[in-house]
Structures are given as structure tokens and as C-alpha cells.
């Protein structure tokens, strides 16, 4: 069956360090991948888009890598600061559709 | 300006009632969606409409029904409501051609006595 796991515990890291979550698939052959943040009591934002042809992508002190083979993408925060504490989400498209699959989300924590 | 709102922002029911939620897109965006989101945060697709048109119904109780009067509204209509449908329901649209990057509304939070 279908599958979208990302780190279900919180990670909790020192300001100023680089941030890592991981997003792992199984069963889907997504075109797309986004990464969104999710405060608590609001709705998600979208942050990062990445498609399955390219290998990387940065905005600011975001980074994404996607690798279509270990059907992984992996999400960087550097120089993390505090504001930067919340769940993340990866999501993937269903080709052919206008549907995206969620990930449960990992809850980040950047402690000052 | 707000882009995509939903009303009522909490909805507070007594079991067997209808109530309904509202969402609006200031965006000028084609697709809407409805999402529900539940305690253990896991965020799933209920519905999605193409220019008025519905195009994804996932396996969701017919009592629940969407409703598009246009394309920038999509309500979301629930009858004879159960404890089970206590969560945050989110409206949310995209663009097509956009790899349906999508906004989020606020969210309303829904809870059935």
C-alpha cells in the first residue's frame, strides 16, 4: 500500500544548527514533492516545491533533495532559530490527479 | 487581505445536527479542496472541485456534501453529525499549472458532543 512516513518523533535542536527532517515513500512515483509548515492552530503554508527531475532546491536557508531512487526527500534548515519551531509536511502528488498525499509531519523544536 | 477564509472558525454541535462551513479564495484560483485534519494531526483529502466541477471524492461518508456555487466558494455541508467527525476541517485552493501548490485556510475546528 501507499505510504508517506517522516520522523514521527519531535526533533529538538540548538539555535544556530542545521535542522534535518526526512520524508520516505513507498509506492507512489511522484512528480512533485512540497514541504509545508504548519504552526499551532493555523492552517498549513506552503514553503518548497520540488519535481522529480531535479536533485535539489533552495530558498534562503530552506533546502530540499529529492532522490526519486531511496524514494526520499530529505528538508534543511540552516541556521535554525527559534521562529523556526513548528510541524513540517511533506507532500506528494498523485500523478495524473489533482491529488496530494500528506505525511503525518515532524514536529520541530529549535531551542535558543 | 485574507486569502483563503473559512467561517465559522470553531463550530461547537450537538450530536445528529447539520451544520455547514464555509470557504472563500480571494486568489483567483481554478481548484478547492477540503481537507480534514484529526488529533493525531494527520491531514487527509475529502474533496477537491475543478472550476465548479468535483473532481476528487474520496471514500467520505455521503453525509458529508460539498457544494460549489462558484469558483472562488466551496462549502462544505455535514448532516446528522457523530463524535467521530470532532477535527479541524481546512479549505484550501491552488492553481493549475502551479504543480497545485496549495493555500490553506485557517481552519475550523469542529467539535461534536
Known amino acids: 500500500s501507499q505510504k508517506i512516513e517522516q520522523n514521527s518523533e519531535a526533533l529538538n535542536i540548538q539555535e544556530g544548527k542545521t535542522a534535518t527532517l526526512t520524508c520516505n515513500y513507498t509506492?507512489?512515483?511522484?512528480?512533485?514533492l512540497q514541504w509545508y509548515r504548519q504552526d499551532p492552530g493555523r492552517g498549513p503554508v506552503f514553503l518548497l516545491l520540488?519535481?522529480?527531475?531535479?536533485k535539489e532546491k533552495r530558498k534562503e536557508r530552506l533546502k530540499v533533495t529529492f532522490d526519486t531512487t531511496l524514494k526520499q526527500s530529505l528538508f534543511h534548515i540552516t541556521a535554525s532559530q527559534p521562529a523556526d519551531s513548528a510541524t513540517y509536511l511533506c507532500?506528494?502528488?498523485?500523478?495524473?490527479?489533482?491529488?496530494?498525499?500528506f505525511g503525518t509531519g515532524t514536529r520541530l523544536k529549535v531551542l535558543a | 487581505d485574507t486569502a483563503v477564509s473559512q467561517t465559522p472558525k470553531y463550530l461547537v454541535t450537538q450530536m445528529g445536527n447539520d451544520k455547514s462551513i464555509k470557504c472563500e479564495q480571494n486568489?483567483?484560483?481554478?481548484?478547492m479542496y477540503w481537507y480534514k485534519q484529526d488529533s493525531k494531526k494527520f491531514l487527509k483529502i475529502m474533496f477537491s472541485?475543478?472550476?465548479?466541477?468535483?473532481?476528487i471524492n474520496e471514500t467520505v461518508p455521503n453525509r458529508f456534501s460539498p457544494k460549489s456555487p462558484d469558483k472562488a466558494h466551496l462549502n462544505l455541508h455535514i448532516n446528522s453529525l457523530e463524535l467521530g467527525d470532532s477535527a479541524v476541517y481546512f479549505c484550501?485552493?491552488?492553481?493549475?499549472?502551479?504543480?497545485?501548490?496549495?493555500?490553506f485556510g485557517p481552519g475550523t475546528r469542529l467539535l461534536v458532543l
Open positions: 484550501a485552493s491552488s492553481q493549475v499549472g502551479t504543480a497545485e501548490t496549495q493555500y
Open positions: 509506492n507512489y512515483s511522484p512528480a512533485y
Open positions: 520540488i519535481r522529480e527531475n531535479e
Open positions: 507532500a506528494l502528488d498523485i500523478s495524473g490527479t489533482y491529488k496530494y498525499i
Open positions: 486568489l483567483g484560483h481554478d481548484t
Open positions: 472541485y475543478n472550476n465548479k466541477e468535483l473532481i
